[in-house]
């Protein structure tokens, strides 16, 4: 569980990449360029919305905006069905005296006790209990601000995967192991805070360190097959669904970081289907 702080933040984030930066201009072989890509992070800290003019002029130069999901295309009914369990509880997997402990500590962290939560899949509650420590001086968190802008420019608007993607991802992760993931991260005194797990975090973006942030989201406490589908399988969708939409507009793509490095990272996949990939470099302004 040590690193699931960061799994829930490269979302909603392996090999070297040799220069760094978080925007990369797309050029080649059938798609009109130049397109962007954009690592998000999935927060709303002033901290990472203080890029300077050369991140805006990119994302203004380009005719399409696209992120990992498009809010629009979710209904209330389809969050609804991935965020609550039909047949279970939490409390089913937990012994009496862990339950005591558990509902005490959420009662304490939320102001509200277990029972409430009690048929949230326990992914989404850690997610949810992470947030409230997480700070909120923007109105929109990075990826969500970029389309509201992108709607206030009028250009088109896509997803490149769908939401049922991530909820396939979730769930290849079985209830009592996200159960014994949230016991463990609320109760676990002998591993970082959650502050200083997100400090890190924070700090290896604010420095370009794709390596780090993907050493950071690789857990390898998790089952292999949650990593290959939260990652591995996610990221070939998005190359797809890029390269679709690139071939017809001009494209600037935010997506979460972790997804960039890595031998099956973006970057990666886009180079392996000929295109080029480059970084472009840009300064941090003071987040006033």
Request: hydrophobic share 45%; aromatic share 10%.
């Given at each position: ?40 992070i999935h927060i709303q800290d002033k901290r990472v919305f203080a890029f300077d003019q050369t991140v805006w002029d990119a994302f203004l130069s380009t005719e399409a ?49 277990l029972l409430m939560y009690n048929k949230m899949k326990p992914f989404f509650l850690s997610s949810q209990i992470m947030q409230l420590n997480l700070k909120k001086e923007m109105d929109d968190a990075l990826d969500l601000y970029f ?142």
């Amino acid at each position: 569980m040590k690193q699931t702080l960061s799994l829930l933040l490269i979302l909603f984030l392996g090999f070297t990449v040799q220069a760094q930066s978080l925007l990369w201009k797309v050029s080649g072989k059938n798609i009109k360029s130049p397109s962007y890509l954009y690592g998000s992070i999935h927060i709303q800290d002033k901290r990472v919305f203080a890029f300077d003019q050369t991140v805006w002029d990119a994302f203004l130069s380009t005719e399409a905006f696209a992120m990992e999901i498009l809010i629009d295309e979710v209904t209330p009914q389809e969050i609804k069905d991935a965020m609550f369990m039909k047949n279970n509880t939490i409390e089913e997997f937990l012994t009496p005296e862990q339950y005591k402990t558990l509902d005490s500590i959420v009662k304490a962290k939320t102001g509200i006790g277990l029972l409430m939560y009690n048929k949230m899949k326990p992914f989404f509650l850690s997610s949810q209990i992470m947030q409230l420590n997480l700070k909120k001086e923007m109105d929109d968190a990075l990826d969500l601000y970029f389309l509201r802008n992108a709607r206030k420019e009028g250009k088109a608007v896509y997803g490149v995967e769908k939401f049922a993607h991530q909820v396939a991802a979730i769930d290849k992760i079985s209830l009592k192991e996200q159960v014994d993931m949230l016991f463990k991260s609320l109760t676990d005194t002998t591993t970082n805070s959650d502050e200083n797990k997100f400090e890190e975090l924070l700090q290896a973006y604010l420095n370009f360190d794709l390596d780090k942030l993907f050493e950071l989201s690789n857990d390898t406490s998790l089952p292999k097959n949650f990593n290959k589908a939260f990652l591995i399988d996610r990221n070939k969708v998005m190359v797809k669904n890029f390269k679709k939409i690139a071939k017809k507009q001009t494209l600037f793509c935010v997506i979460g970081a972790a997804h960039l490095p890595g031998d099956n990272g973006v970057i990666n996949l886009l180079r392996k289907k000929g295109l080029s990939v480059e970084p472009v470099i840009f300064k941090w302004k003071e987040a006033n």
